[in-house]
């Protein structure tokens, strides 16, 4: 990947991050990069694994996030500043990136965080692997030996987490490989997280300095499907997309399966 591109990349971001309470075009960003617009809309594909429209729309989701997060506020300046002109849109987009509606985003956080702190010293147990499925999606995590958190491993249609996976699971403590069955047929990015165990509740929601990893190509899934793979989380980039879906929430909704 060039150098130049990543750089193009980047300066589009922040330029959309700068500009997210007004309507921005794949145009006025290939203007500001001095690319065209066919040509930086392939470039910047190419470097995020989606495009400027779709990345826009996520980093507008986790703008609000934060604003939901921070003392309560009234909706309509949270709509405002993030680029949306009706509620009805912003709830509806909110709930299929995020899993919740935003009342619930706000109001359940910090029971969630909660939730999460108490697997800092006890195991999760999750289990996801049936004993006797052919497919097997073996997953193996690299992490560097600072960190202390949680994991999150997930399938997902799109290189982004913007909602909920396919077929996923979490890891704690020393913890690092996992191994899912039971998915769909289809073709899949496999993407990880590393949370850091924290005492702010934002930190589970907002996830801009956790760490990051995805293996390099998508794969097909069969339901004969036998595969081993190693994700090396890193991180963050400043090209890499938002994780947008709730985390925090998908834990509690599996543990809740047991």
């Known amino acids: 990947m060039k150098d130049n591109h990543i750089a193009a990349a980047e300066q589009a971001i922040h330029y959309m991050k700068c500009h997210l309470d007004e309507d921005i075009t794949s145009e006025q960003l290939a203007a500001h990069v001095g690319y065209s617009a066919y040509h930086f809309t392939r470039v910047f ?20 996030k934060i604003e939901l ?11 405002l500043a993030i680029g949306f002109r009706s509620a009805g849109s912003f709830n509806t987009r909110f709930k299929q990136t995020v899993g919740v509606t935003p009342k619930k985003f706000r109001n359940h956080s910090k029971a ?8 800092e010293f006890q195991e999760l147990g999750l289990i996801t692997c049936e004993l006797n499925s052919v497919q097997k999606i073996c997953c193996h995590i690299e992490t560097p030996d600072s960190f202390r958190g949680i994991i999150f491993v997930g399938l997902f249609p799109r290189p982004i987490p913007d909602q909920r ?18 998915v769909p047929e289809g073709t899949y990015f496999v993407l990880a997280a590393g949370i850091p165990w924290s005492l702010n509740p934002k930190d589970y929601f907002v996830l801009d300095h956790s ?22 989380l890193r991180e963050p980039l400043p090209c890499d997309p938002p994780i947008v879906v709730n985390l925090p929430l998908l834990l509690f909704e599996q543990k809740g399966k047991k």
């Open 69 to 79: 997060l921070k003392a309560p506020s009234l909706l309509v300046k949270v709509l």
């Open 45 to 64: 594909k190419n470097v995020t694994g989606i495009s400027p429209r779709y990345y826009l729309s996520a980093l507008r989701i986790e703008s609000g």
């Open 165 to 182: 996976p396919i077929a996923g699971t979490a890891l704690n403590r020393k913890n690092r490989t996992c191994i899912l069955t039971k």
């Open 112 to 119: 969630l965080s909660n939730y999460m702190n108490q697997y």
């Open 211 to 232: 760490l990051r990893g995805k293996y390099p190509s998508p794969i097909h899934v069969t339901d004969k499907t036998e595969m081993n793979m190693t994700i090396q």
